[in-house]
């Protein structure tokens, strides 16, 4: 099953607006991440934030962590056309090495 | 950054023929590389880890015989999808981790790939 679940499913915002993102996840981690994709194509990585830290930034982007509620939150602040796309968050779950995919929130920014 | 390529980028087949989808990556080595299957509108599902030199590790449900995937070589792991059918239409995308397991990912492009 899947590690990460995000919400909203859907967020439609104006430019010039902020985006939040959620995420949850089931077990301990060492760190969760962000991916984003445009439709059709790879995903590209966004931020990483480890287990140990609770808040960390790139440019526009503001994550957030809650190990005690096993939750995480993206924010993309004063918000573009250009950020039209769908945000994952993803971690390694119990043993393993692979990243799991939570369901992926997908934001429409209008001008 | 590091750079993963992904090829090809869309296919069409029949139904019964068998694709290969090639991952590269371009300028690291990839000990492990990861496969992962999309459906429209939905998440990225883990299919297999590709490890170099040795056999991969296959998700629960995915069938190994279907799905065959090589790496061999520290740059190229490819997915076969063997005698396709129109359900195994979907997009796949591989990744790369250039500092190893539990850490930032490297996407393909990604392949769509079309059943008739």
């Known amino acids: 099953s899947q590690q990460g679940e995000e919400d909203p499913q859907a967020l439609s915002i104006q430019e010039g607006e902020n985006a939040t993102m959620n995420c949850s996840y089931k077990t301990s981690i060492n760190n969760l991440q962000w991916y984003r994709q445009n439709s059709g194509r790879g995903l590209v990585h966004l931020i990483l934030i480890r287990s140990n830290e609770r808040e960390k930034h790139s440019g526009r982007l503001r994550v957030t962590l809650d190990t005690s509620k096993k939750s995480s939150s993206l924010l993309i602040t004063a918000s573009r056309a250009a950020d039209t796309a769908s945000y994952f968050c993803a971690t390694v779950y119990q043993a393993g090495t692979a990243l799991i995919f939570g369901k992926g929130t997908t934001l429409s920014v209008s001008s | 950054g590091a750079v993963v390529s992904q090829h090809p980028s869309w296919v069409i087949c029949k139904s019964g023929t068998s694709v290969k989808i090639e991952c590269r990556s371009l300028d690291f080595q990839a000990t492990t590389m990861f496969w992962y299957r999309q459906f429209p509108k939905q998440s990225l599902m883990l299919m297999a880890t590709s490890n170099e030199g040795s056999k991969a590790t296959y998700e629960q449900g995915v069938e190994k015989d279907k799905f065959l995937i090589n790496h061999a070589s520290l740059t190229l792991s490819t997915l076969t999808v063997t005698s396709a059918h129109p359900e195994d239409s979907s997009f796949y995308i591989c990744?790369?981790?250039?500092?190893?397991?539990?850490?930032?990912?490297?996407f393909g492009s990604g392949t769509q790939l079309s059943v008739l």
């Open positions: 990744s790369a981790s250039l500092l190893g397991s539990g850490e930032k990912l490297f």
